[in-house]
Structure formats: structure tokens, C-alpha cells
């Protein structure tokens, strides 16, 4: 049997201050992989916990500085699936709460657009994938018990 291709997926969430609320990151991948909207996701190297590859992959991705990060949640929602390139995925998500937006740097090998969108612009067409949303919403649920 084949080993799992591991996978993780990162819900950024940073305080808006001007709407006293969370605003929640999502980036457009580019041409080649799609145009489409989605969450931080990434591959775990074989040797990082899904935590550590989360963290990396959100670094890779947006420019995060790891200095900003409030909190780390584990949101207990994994994923079984074969990926566009044909490998078997298992996938878990996390949520990463920072105090302050910062410039987000894509790699436009991957990515080609950002936005951020407040807790009450979360509908399940903004993302493509139903897994992608599964996560962000339970973030928005977990956010908003939080409050500001």
C-alpha cells in the first residue's frame, strides 16, 4: 500500500480593526492550477508534524511573519482524497490567528491573486472546493465565540 501524501490547510484570520471583526485571508491560484479561490494549503514534508508544515507552507505562501501569529488551532477537520495530480491525500486544517495584516507575498508559480473577506462575506461560492469552505467556516464559528 502506497504511503498518504500529507497535506495541510491554514485559515488566516487577522483582526480588522475598522470592523471591530476578523477578517479571513483567501488566495486565487493562478492560470495553470485553476484561477480559482481557496485557503493556504500545502504539502508536509516527511519530516514536519502537520502543524510545522502548516506553519511553513503559510510562510512560503503569503510573506506571514511568524511574529504576528496569536494563536494556532487545530480545527479537528481532516480530509481523505486523490489530488489533480493523481496522489492519495490526507489533509488536516488549521487556523492561524494574527494581530496584524503585513504584505502578503505570492509566489506567482502558485498563486496570482489575494482578498481579504470579513466573517459575514463567507459563502460557500467563494471557495471551490467543499473541504476549503468546511474549514473556513468552522474558523468563522470558532472567531466569532471569540469576539474582538
Avoid at 495541510?8 to 480588522?16: G, K, L, P, R
Avoid at 503569503?62 to 489533480?84: A, M, P, R
Wanted: charged share 35%; hydrophobic share 40%; no cysteine.
Amino acid at each position: 500500500m502506497d504511503k498518504k501524501t500529507r497535506k495541510a490547510q491554514v485559515v488566516i484570520a487577522v483582526v480588522d480593526p475598522e470592523r471591530q471583526n476578523f477578517s479571513l485571508l483567501l488566495m486565487q491560484t493562478n492560470e495553470k492550477r485553476g484561477s480559482f479561490w481557496q485557503n493556504v494549503t500545502g504539502k508536509i514534508e516527511s519530516d514536519e508534524t502537520y502543524e510545522e508544515g502548516a506553519l511553513r507552507e503559510a510562510m512560503e505562501e503569503t510573506g506571514l511573519e511568524v511574529e504576528s501569529i496569536v494563536d494556532i488551532v487545530d480545527l479537528k477537520i481532516s480530509h481523505d482524497f486523490i489530488d489533480q495530480k493523481k496522489r492519495d491525500v490526507h489533509e488536516k486544517s488549521f487556523l492561524f490567528v494574527l494581530d496584524k495584516r503585513w504584505e502578503v507575498k505570492m509566489d506567482p508559480s502558485e498563486h496570482q491573486n489575494f482578498k481579504w473577506i470579513a466573517l459575514n462575506e463567507l459563502k460557500r461560492e467563494v471557495v471551490k472546493y467543499e473541504g476549503n469552505f468546511e474549514a473556513l467556516d468552522k474558523a468563522r464559528s470558532i472567531l466569532k465565540q471569540w469576539g474582538v
